[in-house]
């Protein structure tokens, strides 16, 4: 089985993504996850240009990883000056790490008009700064920064770039599509010629400007490229760098080739999460193999036909890259679906069932009222509960009354006055906060803090609303929208009402009981 490297840039190229922002204890963290996924390299920082990367290797001086080797980048010494005097060079050979990664330019647009050098300066530039890594006992990786542009121009020059790199001792040459506007055919064309005339072990680092960075970089792959570059999530500058999270599953599952351990597909999925968190970005559910929607069946045939038999309407096991099947439920469902939600409380429920004909009913009524439970299975199952007699009232919902007004040094504040019944007790409370819902949101904290202590560990992250019929202006109905986490589970929750203010109660209602009734069956073991 042939061997693919995985190299991984997510803390390097990654962070020049728009939004993404990682701190010394952020990226060790992820460092500790990719070591756990294991992945072949970790690209740490650019430690000539940011105190923080200068810090993240000090820290990582006295750590010891499982399976990945740390990398530090840095760019080739400048024109007219000596390697010695490089700030970026002594910064790789001061971070302690064992691997270097230094990019030279391969385009004569970027050596005659960005660098402002002679052709033959930058040949010297590029061999004197890798000769100087390995002087220092570094092994080096040789990044050739927009390679395709710059073969495409004048071939013979970008071939000459790799020579001068190999000569000095680079031990992988790392062909880049840096604008990431090279198409597949023409990639293809560039890496054969460049891999028939210069004998040497490669790599691929794609961008994804024009849509191509998995199809390029398995393009060089099948070519012989020996090392794959990308970043978890695709993060990276503009429209980002190649993803790791499908490139992964897709050399090792589609092309049969060996990446990072077969058992620790599993961390593929949970390892996207888990950088998406720390990046304080949403996760693209979308995203194939590891987006919470890359396996989820709405349509009512889909969800009976793959029910029956996954590989009818499943390309992989999701088992596979610790993924799940999602059964979506909304009007489009078929009895096979409903019927698979409802089993998680009632167990030999047949689809045939008049009770599920009922359910599809209730749904397809609520569908057309605004209501949506594809993302807001709080809600939903909730609704199920009520409808098989399985819901146990922790709370009734009495009432509520929301005042803003401004206070005296102009700023403006919410004040949520609630009334809700637990048993015999009723509960009226209020409570002030930055806005209405979330002066609503510490009422009924508030109220039932007491009785339900675990409420504590209950938060919202999200809050969306959704104009549903805009042509009637402000007397529109509006579907809300809530996700909630008791930081070990994630779960959204939906309201619709032409009160906005009505909605949200509905949606934030849900989000708290869902969630206290979750909890209380993970401690009871249901």
């Avoid at 000056?81 to 910064?91: M, Q, W």
Wanted: negative net charge; aromatic residues 8%.
């Amino acid at each position: 089985m042939r061997k693919i490297e995985i190299y991984d840039t997510t803390l390097r190229d990654g962070t020049q993504g728009s939004g993404v922002n990682f701190t010394v204890e952020d990226k060790l963290k992820i460092i500790q996850k990719l070591d756990e996924l294991g992945v072949d390299y970790i690209e740490a920082g650019y430690p000539a240009a940011s105190g923080l990367d200068r810090d993240v290797f000090a820290r990582l001086r006295d750590r010891k990883l499982s399976t990945s080797r740390i990398v530090a980048f840095g760019s080739t010494r400048a024109k007219a000056t000596r390697p010695e005097d490089s700030g970026s060079l002594t910064a790789i050979v001061e971070s302690g790490a064992p691997i270097a990664a230094v990019f030279g330019k391969s385009w004569t647009l970027h050596v005659c008009e960005v660098l402002r050098t002679t052709r033959e300066e930058n040949l010297r530039m590029i061999e004197d700064s890798v000769r100087f890594l390995r002087s220092h006992g570094l092994v080096v990786f040789y990044d050739a920064e927009h390679y395709f542009d710059g073969y495409a121009a004048d071939s013979e020059y970008a071939l000459e770039t790799l020579r001068a790199a190999l000569s000095a001792g680079a031990e992988r040459l790392v062909l880049c599509d840096t604008r990431g506007g090279t198409v597949r055919r023409e990639l293809a064309r560039i890496y054969e010629e460049t891999a028939t005339r210069i004998n040497a072990l490669y790599g691929i680092h794609t961008h994804n400007d024009s849509g191509l960075a998995i199809a390029n970089s398995l393009s060089a792959v099948e070519l012989g490229a020996s090392q794959v570059q990308g970043t978890i999530n695709g993060y990276g500058e503009r429209c980002g760098n190649a993803n790791l999270c499908i490139l992964i599953p897709l050399l090792t599952l589609k092309l049969g080739m060996e990446t990072i351990p077969r058992r620790n597909l599993i961390l593929l999925t949970e390892t996207a999460r888990f950088v998406s968190e720390v990046a304080n970005l949403p996760m693209d559910e979308r995203q194939p193999f590891v987006g919470a929607h890359a396996f989820a069946h709405k349509a009512g045939m889909h969800s009976d036909g793959v029910l029956k038999n996954h590989e009818s309407f499943e390309h992989i096991d999701p088992a596979l890259v610790g993924n799940e099947r999602g059964i979506l439920v909304s009007h489009l469902a078929g009895r096979a679906a409903v019927a698979e939600c409802v089993r998680r409380y009632v167990d030999a429920i047949d689809k045939r069932d008049n009770s599920i004909s009922e359910l599809l009913e209730e749904i397809e009524r609520r569908t057309a009222e605004g209501y949506e439970y594809e993302d807001a299975e709080g809600s939903f199952e909730l609704l199920v509960m009520k409808k098989f007699g399985k819901h146990r009232d922790l709370f009734e919902r009495c009432g509520f009354r929301v005042i803003i007004d401004r206070r005296e040094d102009g700023s403006m504040y919410a004040e949520a006055s609630i009334k809700i019944r637990v048993g015999d007790e009723v509960i009226h409370t209020a409570a002030e906060g930055n806005g209405p819902v979330d002066a609503l949101d510490r009422a009924l904290r508030k109220a039932l803090s007491e009785i339900y202590p675990q409420i504590k560990t209950i938060s919202l992250v999200d809050y969306k609303v959704r104009v549903l019929n805009s042509e009637s202006g402000t007397a529109a109905k509006v579907r809300v929208f809530i996700e909630s986490t008791d930081r070990e589970h994630q779960w959204g929750t939906v309201g619709v009402s032409e009160n906005i203010m009505e909605a949200s109660w509905q949606a934030l209602l849900d989000s708290i009981e869902y969630g206290l009734l979750y909890k209380q069956a993970r401690r009871a073991g249901t």
